[in-house]
């Protein structure tokens, strides 16, 4: 099959530091050729996959994140070769759907984000412009507020397990890993660590003016050298080292996320997971199994003890059986049939 992926542009696929969708869309996008197909990744030129890459910035213009003109250029560049491929996959957004109405290509658009408020209100407007719109969620929880969306398939997000070796032993920290913003609830896990008396660290995404103004105001005056600790924006390898030592990792969202790879990361590394139950989190983790979900933010210190009991190699080993590449290359697959007429 000749396969197009279509990859958000502001990060290289895979990313430097921060970029959950550029991991799926690159670990996609190698399986899919591993699987003998050929694939052609749109994305920055800075880049590495196994696929043919295609790009029309040289460098991943983060600098200039969410300017129309950029997604514009660089959904384009993939939709005027569409006549070479058998389907398309866009995993870039909504800009990508709307322009992909104009070509005669099946294309298949992978929502990465949440549909609540005007996002799935936009979707809804796409596909009644466009009737051949197919959509694939993440989650059945994403779905959630609007279920009659032409959705194609539901199929969750992956890892490659050999970037995320597991060390058995707990851990003298509570880590959190997302970005600085009051939906992923860094100074909710702030709480939970003066709570305890347990050290934390935080580490993730704090580049935008909201990002900055929420960290200075909310989880700046907590820090303590030994005890609250922000240890900025960390490569894959460092965010690898900060799992495999944490005694748990927190997951404090108020928002209805949309998957949280964050939480099948810490169970690669056979490390427990604290989340409140919120989004695709009930979907994601097995309580008492995999990980303990609270229904309040309030809870989430008291949870540290059932956390402590779960086995760290039951963590792993469910989590590569259910969230394993191969599984995830094989339902794209199916997904990509099914949209081909016949």
């Known amino acids: 099959m000749r396969i197009a992926v279509l990859s958000p542009v502001w990060f290289p696929a ?21 699987a003998g197909h050929d694939v052609t990744l749109f994305a920055s030129g800075d880049s590495r996959t196994k696929a043919k890459l295609a790009s029309i910035y040289d460098v991943a213009p983060s600098a200039d994140i969410g300017l129309s003109r950029v997604e514009v250029r660089h959904a384009l560049a993939c939709f005027e070769r569409a006549h070479e491929f058998d389907v398309i996959n866009d995993h870039s957004g909504q800009t ?5 109405g104009a070509i005669d290509t099946p294309t298949v658009h992978t929502v ?30 994403q779905r959630a507020d609007h279920p009659e969306l032409p959705w194609l398939a539901n199929i969750p997000n992956a ?19 997302g970005r600085m913003t009051p939906e992923k609830g860094a100074h909710r896990a702030v709480a939970v660590a003066i709570e305890t008396g347990v050290p934390l660290k935080l580490a993730g995404k704090r580049r935008e003016p909201a990002e900055h103004h929420y960290f200075n105001e909310f989880v700046a005056p907590h820090l303590r050298d ?16 900060l799992l495999q030592d944490a005694r748990a990792t927190l997951f404090p969202i108020d928002w209805e996320e949309p998957f949280g790879l964050v939480l099948i990361e810490s169970m690669a590394c056979g490390t427990p997971v604290i989340a409140t ?5 009930p979907e994601v983790l097995e309580h008492g199994r995999t990980g303990v979900i609270v229904d309040d933010v309030s809870e989430m210190a008291g949870a540290l003890a ?18 394993s590449k191969a599984r995830m290359v094989e339902d794209y697959l199916a997904a990509y049939e099914a949209a081909i007429p016949r």
Request: aromatic content about 8%; proline content about 7%.
């Open 159 to 177: 890892l490659d397990f050999s970037l995320y070796p597991a060390t058995p032993h707990r851990g003298d920290y509570l880590l959190y890993l």
């Open 112 to 141: 990465h984000g949440p549909l609540l408020g005007e996002p799935g209100e936009v979707y809804e407007q796409i596909a009644r412009v466009s009737p051949r719109t197919r959509l694939i969620s993440i989650s059945m929880n």
């Open 96 to 100: 990508a759907a709307v322009i992909a």
């Open 306 to 323: 059932a956390a402590d009991t779960l086995d760290p190699l039951e963590l792993r080993r469910v989590a590569a059986e259910r969230f």
């Open 277 to 281: 139950r919120r989004g695709s989190v």
């Open 14 to 34: 895979p990313p430097t530091g921060y970029g959950g969708i550029e991991w799926i869309v690159s670990l996609l996008a190698d399986g899919l050729v591993e």
């Open 226 to 241: 030994g005890l609250i600790e922000y240890v900025g924006e960390v490569t894959h390898g460092e965010k690898v080292e």
